[in-house]
């Protein structure tokens, strides 16, 4: 029978909640420039320049096809070679791979977003003299953005999932400092069970947002259509 | 702009006396499908319907007139100008000369009653936000909407909505009123309140372009009507001619199967 003790996890706390802070620092800097950049990439996906346009979908079908691990540990061991010798850190790598991850999810979001905004609305709009621009920013968008922030959430939690990965080329994080303080004690059970309550704590908020959300919008949606 | 070709051949014919004006229009979106060659005129005051069978050309003689649809030939004049083409000019004329009520035309989901009808005065008039208020309360009052307005379009019926799309449209006090199938969703009370509505409209000098398949409310309200079929005008005049009379075989059926 296994003797569970979690009195190693506590002398470690205080590494832990460093670790824990740096994957929150990570997220919170992984979500403000994939946002950003996601709306960067659908504004070319949406151009009327045809180069700006393939450029975009290229964009996204390769960060949604390639691993986020792969692209991980080319980035970091690559990058430098080909800057001629330039280090960008862990850190700075893990943000920078995992906001183009998130960007062009993020991206593919909004152009579902738009397009779900039934056309009609947009013809009254300009019927009513609205020119396109005023069109896009006091119609289209605000409709959108109810139709993207289920699926933004969701991506969101994803994201926060996947940024473990940063581990694996040293990141500080809730996982790497895991790993190194559970083989140095040989209590891998205690700890690997802490880090997923910590994760479950993390995002389980965000999860039951997102329900509510889908939930609401589905509601919404039927009393529309009634 | 007059074309001296057209004065030639047309002495009479003073352009600037109309507020709509089709000439020989095409629009077709296949061979079968669409509109065209169509001629009319819409004087100032003046109520016409557009009647017909399904795919007909209603629908697209509607977008055509709102520059929805650019013509493949022929000209369409608004108030004796040509349609223009540049962008900012058409946002223009759809916000201060045409107002449109699309089929099935729907309120912005993400604004209240009130904020519908005031959102196309601010942006598209620049009217204050009081004076947009003034003007948006005016319609909801006249359509029986004032207490619902700051409901959400999702509380509403469906003949409420319609209701408050035409206010929306009415609050730009247009010149030419383009309506697609507007009174689908009203009941007879209502739909007699937006008949008075639309004749006083007319009687203050806009003209009204309807598109309806109650023949009944058409024969009491147009000074003009116009029969579509296979996107050309088939027949057209005043009621008495048209549905009391009518000559052709496809609408004598139309009007007795009505």
Redesign the interface.
């Known amino acids: 029978m296994y003797r569970w003790d979690f009195g190693w996890v506590w002398t470690f706390r205080a590494a832990l909640l460093d670790a824990l802070w740096v994957t929150i620092e990570l997220n919170l800097l992984i979500l403000v420039f994939g946002t950003i950049a996601g709306f960067l990439v659908w504004r070319a996906r949406a151009s009327r320049f045809r180069l700006l346009r393939l450029s975009a979908v290229a964009y996204i079908d390769l960060l949604r096809t390639l691993p986020v691990l792969v692209l991980l540990v080319w980035f970091f061991y690559c990058v430098p070679i080909l800057l001629g010798g330039i280090r960008l850190g862990p850190m700075v790598s893990a943000v920078i791979v995992l906001s183009l991850n998130l960007s062009a999810f993020t991206a593919e979001i909004i152009r579902a977003g738009i397009d779900g905004v ?1 056309v ?2 947009v ?10 621009h ?1 069109t896009l920013r ?2 289209v968008l ?2 959108a953005f ?1 139709n993207m922030v289920p699926p933004m959430v969701g991506q969101y939690i994803n994201s926060v999932k996947l940024s473990v990965l940063a581990s694996i080329i040293a990141v500080p994080e809730l996982l790497q400092k895991t790993v190194d303080i559970s083989s140095r004690v040989y209590r891998p059970l205690e700890f690997y069970t802490v880090l997923a309550a910590l994760f479950l704590l993390l995002l389980l908020p965000g999860t039951i947002l997102s329900r509510r959300l889908e939930a609401g919008e589905h509601n ?1 949606r039927l ?2 259509s009634g | 702009m007059l074309k001296p070709a057209e004065l030639s051949t047309m002495p009479t014919h003073d352009r600037n006396s109309y507020t709509l004006e089709f000439q020989k229009v095409v629009r077709r979106y296949h061979v079968d499908r669409g509109l065209g060659p169509v001629t009319f005129t819409i004087r100032p005051g003046m109520v016409c319907s557009v009647i017909g069978p399904n795919g007909s050309g209603k629908t697209t003689l509607i977008r055509t007139a ?1 520059l ?1 649809e650019l013509p493949e030939s022929g000209d369409v004049y608004l108030c004796g100008e040509t349609r223009p083409t540049a ?2 000019e058409v ?6 000369l ?5 089929q ?3 309120l ?3 604004l209240s009653l009130r904020d519908n009808i005031m ?2 005065l601010r ?3 620049c009217h204050s936000k009081s004076s947009a208020r003034e003007v948006a309360d005016q319609e909801l009052q006249s359509f029986g909407l004032l207490d619902r307005a700051l409901a959400m ?3 509403l019926s469906g003949g409420l909505k319609q209701r408050a ?1 035409l206010a ?2 009415l609050a ?1 006090r247009p010149k030419l009123l383009l309506l697609d199938e507007i009174t689908s969703a009203l009941d007879p009370d209502w739909t007699e309140v937006v008949k008075q509505r639309l004749l006083s409209f007319a009687r203050d000098g806009g003209s009204v372009v309807s598109v309806s398949h109650r023949l009944n409310w058409v024969r009491r309200m147009s000074d003009w009507i116009i029969y579509l079929e296979n996107g050309l005008i088939v027949e057209q005049g005043p009621p008495a001619e048209v549905i009391d009379s009518p000559t052709q075989p496809g609408l004598q059926r139309f009007i007795e199967n009505a």
Do not use: Y
């Open positions: 039934p009609g609305h013809e009254s709009a300009r019927a009513c003299g609205l020119s396109a005023q006091r119609i605000p409709i109810r919404r009393t529309t | 709102a929805f962008d900012a946002d223009r004329i759809r916000g201060r045409i107002g449109t009520v699309f099935h035309a729907e912005w989901p993400h959102l196309p942006e598209a008039l379009p999702n509380q799309v929306r449209c730009l």
